[in-house]
């Protein structure tokens, strides 16, 4: 499929002939296959020792991870970076139903059933594509090593980048298949035999990735959108991580910077407008870079008049939307024919046409949810309540009546589910999180299938026949 570069931002538009050569040497030093093994350069290759020599060069290196991270999306099984965590998580989590009869519904079917199997077509991506990035940025954090033709201020702005990127991409990798190989170099002969490393020790490295991001990075976004991290989008990937790991006083304050922070307004803007490329709510964005196309969302989510969508909304989602919630008609859409209704998700309006939508990565809301949850877990009620009514005032719902710890942690689960539905895939990791997965998704799955392991997905079969020294998640072992 081609890439259509004319409306992308100046800065990346003004690199397009060297994200073009970046993308073409995929084989060569930014790329990795399943083993991290590279072929010799052939003549057109442009090698480290260019790529760093000058800013630009080297900018479009970063860049061309981003492009990828969009392009993906649109393969024959996506990737983890978009789309696909927003619609496997998605249905992992009792969100969405596949309803086309097609070869990919026995594989997506796995998922909404938890009966995945190691060779499922669609959780190969989630592991390679990952590691496939974490390739590139290692890449770049070497040459900017050894980089000597280079301005200090854009080898600090993307030495951040790539340590948050990388981090950005363990984040997902830990979270779905829990100890994972820590990869920190290119050295291929090394990494092909690693065998997995104790998730502490990854979120150990995701952590500290992202605070040196927070040091490197400038509070100003290098363009005039949000389209590259600065260092409100480390610190908002940070808070989610001490979230994650129980940190809850770091949680709540790096939550707190944000919001404090007064870049992204004094209060949410309406739903309609969360969305759109200009969304004053973004935290970071990635730019669609597909002709013709806004985001993977808008183009797989939406459904014509009168047609089932391809990803309906399930009944148990639907009801859990208090009466008189906004987003329930503001972000779900509806298709009816003859007797029969089908809800879908509608947070993105556009799939194709003219670029009015930017992929939305991290947004203020979620900011306000973390700093409520660190809030409650320490007992401070009130300022908890007051961050959870900020996310229900915005959807038009009075104040929450919870009114102690166990109340509120319940009510802001509740919120978060309503509040990023098919989106990024919350609702799983959520669950997995606060180990309420088999409470909440075994009883809605059919007899016999739950199993304890079901929270993580199986290791790629292709993966451990590549490397025997990985061992298989237990839940898949036969």
Known sequence: MKINYNHLSPVIRSSRMWCIICCLTAVGIFSSCKKFVTVENPP??????????????????MLSIYISMMNDQYGNSGSFACFSMSALGGMS???????????????????????????????????????????????????LSMATGMSDSVKTQLAGEAKFTRAFCYFYLVNLFGDVPLVLNTAYQENMGLPRTPAATVWQQIISDLKD????????????????????????????????????????????????????????????????????????????????ANTPEGGQFLTVAGSRPNYE????????????????????????????SWAYPAKYKAGTG?????????????????????????????PAQDDLNMVRKRAGLPVTTAADQASL???????????????????????????RA???????????TWKPGSVLYPIPDLEIKANPRLVQNDAYLN
């Open 44 to 61: 057109n290759v442009l090698t480290n020792d260019k790529i760093f020599t000058n800013d630009q060069s080297a900018t479009a290196a």
């Open 93 to 143: 989590a009792n969100e969405l139903i596949w309803t086309q009869n097609n070869t990919a519904a026995p594989y997506f079917q796995q998922f909404s059933d938890h009966t995945l199997t190691p060779d499922n077509n669609y959780v190969g991506p989630l592991w390679s594509d990952g590691y496939k990035y974490i390739y590139r940025t290692n890449a770049i954090l070497g040459g």
């Open 213 to 292: 991001a927070k040091a490197l990075l400038s509070d100003k976004y290098p363009t005039g959108e949000k389209l590259r991290p600065n260092r409100q989008v480390a610190s908002a990937l940070l808070a989610r991580a001490f979230l994650y790991t129980n940190r809850w006083q770091e949680a709540e304050s790096e939550a707190g910077s944000i919001i404090n922070s007064g870049k992204y307004g004094a209060a949410l803007p309406p739903l309609d407008q969360v969305f759109k490329k200009e969304s004053p709510e973004a935290i970071w964005q990635l730019q669609p870079v597909i002709a013709n």
């Open 313 to 340: 909304l399930t009944p148990q989602l639907l009801n859990a939307f208090e009466t008189n919630d906004n987003r329930k008609t503001t972000w779900v859409g509806f298709s009816s024919s003859a007797n029969l």
């Open 354 to 382: 003219a670029l009015t939508e930017y992929y939305v990565v991290f947004r203020l809301s979620e900011q306000y949810l973390i700093r409520a949850e660190a809030c409650a877990q320490q007992g401070k009620v009130q």
């Open 409 to 435: 942690l319940l009510a802001i689960e509740k919120e978060r589910q309503v509040e990023f539905f098919a989106e990024w895939g919350h609702r799983w990791l959520d669950l997995k999180r606060t180990k």
């Open 438 to 448: 088999e409470a909440v998704l075994k009883p809605l799955s059919p007899p016999n």
